[in-house]
């Protein structure tokens, strides 16, 4: 991501945060590179593939462009500099117990339900997120086939979610059921899960910093189910597994690629609650995606 891009980013998501006044601030012009990251061409735009996440191209450090974040102060401003992203997000430190299962790399259906069982436990005791995890009535993991082929990924639980812990069981849930069945599949087919598994208050988006204490969890759902297909349910779902800033309906019609997976991206239902004209759309996404699978649907 070039620097003004990310500069956009960060102002967008301080003002998502609650942010009421932000500084006028001059983007930086075009600049000639400068730095060793910058000098060996690592400032990568979209991903190559394979399992080089996004996490690890946004901790990619860069020159932080000095004008324009000077004045606002954030959390992140407390801590040490190494691990920050340019948008001033700290990358937690990865779990041992976490990267322990992963090392097992479970391959028989037992041992992926036995891996994912011990990281819903690890994400249940999961305190990164201070708001979240303080008001959450529990985390909401993610449920499904241990051995899918095809991963769904919307955004973060919502209030019915929070209650039963398991994604997509409310107005929204009803409404991917429905579309589900049209695609000629069952809920048990799939995997279910989230950017985010505590509920952020009042539905609000997620914060940039919990994504990024989340991501792990979300790495290792991937890496232990292994799908082959992931289907990311709206903007917030498209731009945090693919480090986009597009907004989703720019992203849809195209496959993208996630660790070893083919990705497409889609509106969430949630959406389509508000702009029921929009399910023709997430419709012919639909088609395009199963069409990849051999199947067409009408
Ligand atoms: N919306 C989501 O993105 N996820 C859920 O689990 C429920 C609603």
């Known amino acids: 991501m070039n620097s003004k891009r990310a500069?956009?980013?960060?102002?967008?998501?301080?003002?998502?945060?609650?942010l009421t006044h932000v500084p006028k601030v001059e983007l930086p012009k075009n600049r000639p590179p400068a730095g060793p990251a910058a000098s060996k061409g690592m400032v990568a735009e979209k991903s190559s593939g394979g399992e080089s996440s996004s996490t690890d191209r946004r901790s990619i450090?860069?020159?932080?462009?000095?004008?324009?974040?000077?004045?606002?102060?954030?959390?992140?401003?407390?801590?040490?500099?190494?691990?920050l992203q340019l948008d001033g997000v700290r990358k937690p430190e990865q779990l041992a117990s976490v990267q322990?299962?992963?090392?097992?790399?479970?391959?028989?259906r037992a041992d992926r339900e036995q891996a994912l069982c011990a990281l819903k436990d690890i994400v249940a005791g999961c305190k990164?997120?201070?708001?979240?995890?303080?008001?959450?009535?529990?985390?909401?993991?993610?449920?499904?086939?241990?051995?899918?082929?095809?991963?769904?990924?919307?955004?973060?639980?919502g209030a019915d979610?929070?209650?039963?812990?398991?994604?997509f069981v409310g107005a929204a849930g009803q409404l991917l059921n429905k579309i589900i069945g049209a695609m000629t599949l069952k809920r048990e087919d799939l995997y279910i899960c989230n950017i985010l598994r505590c509920r952020p208050p009042g539905n609000r988006n997620p914060l940039p910093q919990e994504t990024?204490?989340?991501?792990?969890?979300?790495?290792?759902?991937?890496?232990?189910?292994?799908?082959?297909?992931?289907?990311?349910?709206?903007?917030v779902a498209a731009?945090?597994?693919?480090?986009?800033?597009?907004?989703?309906?720019?992203?849809?019609?195209?496959f993208y690629e996630y660790a070893g997976a083919k990705v497409v991206c889609t509106y969430h239902p949630s959406y389509l609650l508000r702009n029921p004209s929009a399910k023709k759309q997430v419709w012919d996404d639909m088609k395009f995606f199963m069409k990849e699978l051999g199947v067409d649907l009408q």
């Open 100 to 108: 322990g299962i992963l090392q097992q790399s479970p391959k028989s």
């Open 7 to 18: 500069m956009a980013q960060l102002l967008k998501h301080l003002q998502s945060a609650g």
């Open 61 to 83: 450090s860069k020159p932080r462009p000095a004008s324009a974040v000077a004045e606002i102060r954030r959390p992140s401003d407390l801590l040490g500099t190494d691990d």
């Open 239 to 254: 731009q945090n597994l693919l480090n986009e800033t597009a907004a989703v309906g720019k992203m849809r019609q195209k």
């Open 212 to 235: 990024a204490n989340c991501r792990e969890f979300l790495d290792a759902q991937i890496k232990v189910i292994q799908p082959e297909y992931i289907v990311c349910w709206g903007t």
């Open 128 to 157: 990164r997120c201070t708001e979240l995890s303080s008001r959450r009535t529990q985390t909401v993991f993610g449920v499904g086939n241990p051995e899918a082929r095809i991963m769904f990924i919307g955004e973060a639980p």
């Open 161 to 167: 979610e929070d209650a039963q812990g398991e994604p």
